[in-house]
């Protein structure tokens, strides 16, 4: 499986905004936008391209069009504070939803909605910033594959060596892109370190 880590000091900036408990939802959201959109461009490097001739206002010349079709694909809910990059960056891009939560106790998903575009052709980017156990990536990666998906990256903010070892054992054409490969997990099955909640910081519904 390919994990690729992005090393760029604005990665590790935005990253670190993100942990800090203090920021607050509206900048939490800015930065979650800011980090996906270069996550995003890395996980899209290989897309093939055709050649062909553009008309600039002085001359011909050789220019190149995007040969493959983008779809995202948000893990609701936290999925979702991703999916604005991707729909600037590609114009053109289909997005699909599929729906899970963790039970808080077992922490593993239930799924509760989906709604693909077809996949066959196209790359398609499984956006969810938390891979804490795997489990709900792996579900979801299951749903892709069945409906046909066949060149997937999955885009997150965070990974662990479990959630990324669960991925690989099921998955392991499937490239991870993330802005950090952290320790590991706590009993409650959070990311250590970590950033807390993704949903509950990006949308505000945790206590504090
Ligand atoms: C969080 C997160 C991932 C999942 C990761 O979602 O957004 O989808 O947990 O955990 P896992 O790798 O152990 O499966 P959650 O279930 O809390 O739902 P939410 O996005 O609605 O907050
Ligand atoms: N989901 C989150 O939002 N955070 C974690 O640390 C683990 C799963």
New binding site residues.
Partial sequence: MALIVLDHPLVKHLLTRLRDEQTEPARFRAYTRQLTFLLAIEATRGIPVVSGTVQTPLEPTEGHTLAKTVVAVP?????LGMLEPITDLFPDVRVGYVG???DEQT???RAYYRKLPPLEDSRVLLL????????????ALDVLFEAGARDVAHICVVA?PE?VQ?LDSRYPEVEIYTASLDRG?NAQ?YILPGLG????RLYG?NAR
């Fill in positions: 893990i609701l809910r936290a999925g899970l939560e963790r922490a593993i998903a969810d910033p938390m891979l804490a156990t795997g489990g709900s990536a792996a579900q662990t959630g669960t997990l099955k909640d993704f949903g509950d519904t």
